[in-house]
């Protein structure tokens, strides 16, 4: 009697809820649910022809376009003269920041100790923020080896980690013993620069005086870690291929990558310094010395070597960081660059629409809620349809055009295109923070290096996987709600539907699944 009852209760229910389904269905979810997908083909048909203009302005960069070297005035240093010295040298600071580095700092130190560059002229500066008692000795002790080799190497330290990076370095350029440095070079803690890194980006600041700044491109020492790092890999290479590479060429202006590039002080100065106003304390000082009137270099064949995040939890802080302060630094300058009269209106749209709204706001939005939301809930609304050139076309288009940067990975594809759908949940959540100036504008957290760790413990016997907080490092609701999501989506696509959606839908719910029990990067014992 009872179990009779309660199937005959569950059935009342179910009717009901199909009842209201079907109510709200015509009048209110579908004109909602057709508008939204209008929005996003407009959004992605915006993407569309960025990244194709890109791809034309690449195409005629690498074929018809001289390189920088023939574009701008460039001699070699001239080797140290015994008579004269090396008075033709100017004189440059190299600022390390660092935090919490156990891992990494012997390396970024020795790499910059052995910068092809006379001594007299080299100020090796590592600003440690660090929290850790124990490392900071253990950086300070290696800042003393060097200097015991006759390089002119400082410690330094605050008493608080005001302005986090940007107050580091702001605080770096006030000592006095910086003053007659014209140029500084920065280098995050697990960057390892050749050492002929100076020789060949000096002389475009020595010979070219509207240049502010020489970003040279990462390389990564660790991208065949992990399926994560090749992901990795396969963005930023199209960033340093084709985005930065476009506005250096174009509009002699990018973005500066926070390190691995060379800035003259005086222009630093000129912009107003740094500023801690957001997380991105790099892209703010660049695009304020652009408004300035000064010039940047790219150079694709200056390469630095460098760590790429290897766990789920760092990079998803990273992209936060990455995410979050664009959108917001764009908040706080879009007028700025609208009423300033030093640039022409060419190079303010492309700040303004190409660089910031389209590459920091609307690519992270698209990518997320046209095929993690609307898409699959076409599915459950099958009045509302999306027409094939939106959903495969275009976006195929989009990612061949992506993968230019890295060939060696094009049969990861489309793998890489279902993760970075689920990291664009993260990018889009940060970047409405980053527009609204919401809790988690300014949070800062250190993106972790690992070094040598993973190798080191490969050798050594294996160590027992730390047992961290279950919730929140390991396993993450919200990517396993997006999964159930979604398999509910392409269920019943697969019962009452028409459309075969509903295979991308399930491989989409496989990736949120994998990301959601941190079955990501690698798991280093701690």
């Not at 890999?233 to 174009?250: C, I, K, N, P, W």
């Not at 010039?295 to 290897?310: I, M, N, R, T």
């Not at 698209?366 to 495969?392: K, N, Q």
Request: hydrophobic letters at 45%; proline letters at 4%; charged letters at 20%.
């Amino acid at each position: 009697m009872a179990e009779s009852t309660f199937q005959a209760t569950a059935s009342d229910i179910a009717g009901q809820i199909g009842m209201m389904w079907e109510v709200l269905k015509a009048p209110l979810l579908v004109p909602l649910l057709r508008a939204a997908v209008y929005i996003c083909l407009v959004m992605e048909l915006m993407l569309f022809i960025e990244r194709l203009y890109m791809g034309i302005v690449i195409i005629i960069v690498k074929l018809f376009m001289k390189k920088p070297d023939k574009r701008y005035k460039w001699e070699p240093m001239a080797d140290d003269d015994l008579e004269i010295g090396s008075a033709d040298f100017p004189k440059v600071l190299v600022q390390i920041p660092m935090f919490n580095e156990r891992e990494v700092y012997k390396i970024s130190i020795g790499a910059a100790c052995n910068l092809s560059w006379p001594s007299d002229r080299l100020v090796i500066q590592v600003l440690d923020d660090s929290t850790d008692p124990i490392i900071k000795d253990m950086v300070e002790t290696e800042c003393l080896r060097w200097a015991s080799k006759g390089l002119n190497i400082t410690y330094q330290i605050r008493e608080s980690r005001g302005g986090y990076k940007a107050g580091a370095l702001k605080e770096g350029l006030k000592h006095n013993y910086v003053k007659d440095c014209e140029y500084v070079v920065i280098f995050d803690a697990d960057f390892r620069p050749e050492p002929d890194f100076l020789r060949r980006s000096i002389p475009f600041l020595v010979h070219n005086r509207e240049i502010a700044l020489v970003q040279g491109r990462w390389r990564f020492v660790n991208a065949n870690e992990c399926l994560l790092t090749r992901m990795q890999e396969m963005s930023l290479d199209y960033h340093f291929t084709v985005e930065q590479e476009v506005g250096s060429s174009t509009h002699a202006f990018f973005g500066f990558n926070g390190t691995g590039g060379i800035w003259r002080i005086a222009a630093i100065n000129e912009a107003g310094g740094w500023k801690d106003r957001t997380t991105v304390e790099d892209m703010d000082l660049a695009v304020r010395a652009s408004l300035k009137g000064w010039k940047f270099v790219y150079l694709g064949d200056l390469q630095v070597k460098s760590e790429l995040p290897s766990t789920f939890k760092a990079f998803r802080f990273q992209q936060h960081r990455w995410s979050c302060g664009p959108a917001n630094l764009f908040r706080k300058m879009v007028m700025e660059i609208v009423r300033n009269k030093r640039v022409n209106f060419w190079k303010k749209f492309y700040v303004i629409y190409s660089f910031f709204f389209v590459r920091k706001i609307i690519a992270h939005m698209v990518t997320f809620f046209f095929f993690c939301v609307v898409l699959p809930l076409t599915l459950l609304v099958p009045e509302v349809e999306v027409p094939l050139w939106g959903a495969i076309y275009i976006p195929c288009i989009i990612t061949t055009l992506n993968s230019v940067g890295t060939p060696r990975s094009i049969h990861l594809l489309f793998y890489w295109i279902l993760f970075e759908n689920v990291m664009a949940f993260h990018r889009t959540k940060a970047t409405f923070i980053g527009l609204l100036e919401a809790k988690r504008a300014n949070e800062w957290v250190v993106t972790e290096k690992l070094g040598d760790t993973l190798k080191n413990k490969e050798k050594s016997k294996p160590a027992k996987k730390a047992r961290g907080p279950l919730f929140g490092d390991r396993i993450l609701p919200q990517e396993l709600g997006f999964a159930v999501f979604l398999f509910f989506c392409g269920l019943y696509d697969v019962l009452y539907g028409k459309r075969v959606y509903f295979i991308y839908v399930f491989l989409q719910v496989i990736t949120f699944t994998i990301a959601g029990f941190g079955y990501v990067g690698t798991i280093v014992p701690s």
